[in-house]
DNA sequence: ATCGATGCAAAGCGTTTGCAGGGGT
DNA sequence: ACCCCTGCAAACGCTTTGCATCGAT
C-alpha cells in the first residue's frame, strides 16, 4: 500500500545487520504494523498478531517494535497525551502526522520530511538558533483535528 | 521574562470565571511555572514550590497544572517519550518549541502559531485534506537537536 | 556450546483517583 | 452550611525488566 514500506527481505537484511535476528516474531510485528493505516499502539499490533501466533507475548511485541525502531524499520509516535500509549508507523522516511482528537488515529500525510523547512519557514529563525548555538538535528510536524467519522472501526484513546 | 505570562490577577480572575478557586497552591504553582524558562516536568515544579509550600503534595500540583490548563493559563506539552513526564509552559498562546535530545529541556521559539501554515507550506496537502473531510483544526511543530552545552544547570529526562 | 530471543511475571514510572479533613464564601 | 480544594495513599495504564527456558547457529 506504502512505497516506503519494505518486504522481508529488507527488514531481515537491516536487523542482520545491527546484529538482531529475524525472528518469526519480530517479521510478524512488522507485517502486522505495515498491514495497518492508522498506525496502532503496541497493544493493538499485540491483539492483530495473536491469531498467527498465540503463544506471543505483549513484551515480546515491545521487544520487537524497539529492535524495529532500532533499525530504522519502524518509527514510533509519542503519546498525545501523558500516559497515553504510543503509536507505531511502518515507514522508513519521514513525514507529516495527522492526528484525529477523537480517536486518537493517526495517518500519514503525503508530504515529505523537509531538512529546509525551518529555513524556508522562517529564516530569522533559523538565523536567531543559529546565532544562539542550538543545532537542529530534525523537527516533527503534526496537524490535528477530526478526521470523517467512519460507521465502524472506530477507536478511542 | 515574556510578555505573555500572566500576572496573579489574570490568573485569579481566569480561573474564577471557570468557577475554579484561585488558591495559594495553583497560584505558586503557576508563578514558579512562569519563573522557569525551559518548561519543567510537574515533578520539578512540585520540588520548585516546596520551598514555598512545604506541605503541598505531588497530586495537588497536578491537579493544579489541569486547573492552569483548562482556563488555558498554561500548556501540556507532550512527552517526549512514551512513559516519559510531560512537560508544562506558562504561555497562554501558541507558538513552536524546540527539544533538546540531550536534556530534555524544552526552550521556546520567537515565533507565532500560523492558522495558515499547511497552506503556506504545501498547498496541494491542504487542498487534498479538505478533499478527504479532514478538519484540521490545529498544529503542532517542534524541532529538536542539540542545546549548547550548559556547565551547570543540566537535567536528563 | 554459545548467545541472543522469548514469554511469563513482577516491577517501574508518571499520572489519576478515592476519600477524609480543611477553608473560604 | 455549602462546596470546592487539599493532601495522603492507593490504584491505574503503559512500558520495561528479571529470569528461566528455548532455538538457531
Do not use: W
Request: contains cysteine; proline residues 8%; charged residues 25%.
Amino acid at each position: 500500500m506504502n512505497s516506503t514500506r519494505l518486504g522481508h527481505d529488507a527488514v531481515s537484511d537491516a536487523l542482520g545487520t545491527a546484529g538482531l535476528r529475524p525472528t518469526p516474531q519480530r517479521l510478524a510485528v512488522y507485517d502486522q504494523l505495515a498491514a495497518m493505516d492508522d498506525h496502532p499502539t503496541a497493544a493493538e499490533v499485540f491483539q492483530a498478531v495473536r491469531p498467527r501466533l498465540p503463544r506471543i507475548s505483549l513484551a515480546t511485541v515491545y521487544k520487537a517494535l524497539e529492535a524495529l525502531a532500532a533499525v530504522g524499520a519502524v518509527d514510533r509516535l509519542n503519546p498525545a497525551a501523558a500516559g497515553g500509549p504510543a503509536r507505531y508507523d511502518a515507514r522508513g522516511d519521514h513525514h507529516y502526522h495527522f492526528r484525529c482528537l477523537r480517536t486518537g488515529a493517526i495517518h500519514d500525510l503525503p508530504t515529505r520530511y523537509d531538512p529546509a523547512l525551518v529555513e524556508r519557514l522562517d529564516p530569522a529563525l533559523a538565523d536567531d538558533l543559529r546565532r544562539r548555538g542550538f543545532q537542529v538535528t530534525g523537527y516533527r510536524l503534526e496537524l490535528f483535528g477530526y478526521q470523517p467519522s467512519e460507521p465502524e472501526g472506530e477507536r478511542r484513546e
